[in-house]
Nanobody, 115 residues
């Protein structure tokens, strides 16, 4: 059974940094895309960043230049380096791994940016 386990969330001051990790356990196979999403209360889940198996990346306009997605296929892990964080980045972040047959979601990790 595949599970995605997220870590790295927490409380940080504006302008600070966090690094989120999402690791897959179990036999997941090839992961075509690894993505990070976020969802604020009462709002739809939105894409933050995605990286394909070939290394191509795509970012939401609101995070370009501040957040960087990366992946380690040997560890079945995705990372989201978050720099120059703003209060509006506060919400729950979810990872999503897309394989040939399924999409797997993490349980979510809270990021709070506040002084």
């Amino acid at each position: 059974q595949v599970q995605l386990v997220e870590s790295g969330g927490g409380l940080v001051q504006p302008g600070g940094s966090l690094r989120l990790s999402c690791a897959a356990s179990g036999s997941i196979g090839s992961i075509y895309a690894m993505g990070w999403y976020r969802q604020a209360p009462g709002k739809q889940r939105e894409l933050v960043a995605v990286i394909t198996i070939g290394g191509s990346t795509n970012y939401a306009d609101s995070v370009k230049g501040r957040l960087t997605i990366s992946r380690d296929d040997a560890k079945n892990t995705a990372y989201l380096q978050m720099n120059v964080l703003k209060p509006e980045d506060t919400t729950v972040y979810y990872c999503d791994f897309e394989t040939r047959l399924f999409n797997y979601w993490g349980q979510g990790t809270q990021v709070t940016v506040s002084s």
